[in-house]
């Protein structure tokens, strides 16, 4: 079993020896009871990795001597997904199992037909949800990058985004294609790895983006907007998924066939 992972803030993984105190610190000490002498993975959220060996553990802190350390480098073909706002608190469960199956980037999207509406004097409490849920996800899947989570987005946004992408789909029930067959650049199915350490780059260039409408459905305007900018219809398969669990679904597609799994 891998070692489990902890979140640092940005700078505190460049000595020999990191405090991890506060929230963090806590779990580690009492949640999940990590004892002197063992192993644990700590990572800053943007790609920095040391492995550590526990020096101290007790109350809120955790002292841990860096043993290695080194910068995931970062998953080519960059993977976005543009998320219609579910209901509830299904917003967050598509967040999770998006982070856990590899997402960079999710876009949370005010399409017309949403029931859940961010309203302005919420919308700051129900993206820190989300972005809570992304953090929470990629300690418990062992990444090191947490995806980002971007400000709420209205169609201009969203179709700035297809604009801007290597390859943009809109998932849709009345596709001609699915998207296990949809033809992708080869560029995007055996693309050639950074270096380790190597910067992100522009997140978008060459990457792909994938659009998830609402359980309403979009609304003609959107699909007219979307394909306009560039993006095309795909098929996930014959049952029609909710709009929480299309976007993992579609993932797992994409990360096979990109060769990111």
């Known amino acids: 079993m891998t070692p489990p992972v902890f979140l640092c803030e940005p700078g505190r993984l460049d000595g020999g020896t990191v405090v991890l105190s506060g929230p963090e610190g806590r779990h580690a000490a009492t949640v999940r009871r990590v004892a002197v002498g063992e192993t644990l993975h700590l990572v800053d959220g943007a790609g920095t990795r040391a492995r550590c060996r526990v020096l101290e553990a007790g109350g809120d802190r955790v002292v841990c001597a860096v043993e290695e350390r080194g910068v995931d480098p970062p998953p080519r073909p960059h993977l ?16 999770e199992v998006m982070t856990e199956a590899g997402v960079d980037r999710i876009v949370p999207w005010a399409a017309e037909r949403c029931i859940t509406r961010w309203k302005p004097e919420r919308a700051a409490k129900s993206l820190a949800k989300w972005r809570a849920a992304a953090r929470e996800a990629a300690k418990q899947s062992r990444r090191s990058r947490i995806p980002e989570v971007t400000e709420q987005a209205g169609i201009g946004e969203a179709c700035a985004r297809v604009a801007a992408a290597g390859v943009a789909v809109v998932l849709h029930e009345d596709a001609g294609v699915r998207l296990s067959a949809l033809p992708l650049p080869e560029r995007l199915t055996a693309p050639e790895p950074p270096a380790a350490g190597a910067g992100a780059g522009p997140a978008d260039e060459d990457g ?30 014959p049952t029609v998924l909710r709009t929480s669990t299309a ?15």
Not at 82 to 94: S, T, W, Y
Not at 247 to 261: D, E, M, P, T, Y
Request: glycine share 16%.
């Open 80 to 95: 976005t997904v543009v998320q219609a706002l579910p209901k509830g608190d299904r917003g967050e469960l598509a967040v």
């Open 208 to 237: 792909i983006v994938l659009v998830v409408g609402p359980e309403g459905g979009f609304s003609e305007s959107e699909l007219g907007a979307l394909e306009t900018a560039g993006a095309v219809r795909a098929l996930l398969g």
């Open 247 to 261: 976007g993992v679904a579609a993932l797992s597609v994409l990360q096979a066939r990109c060769g990111r799994w």
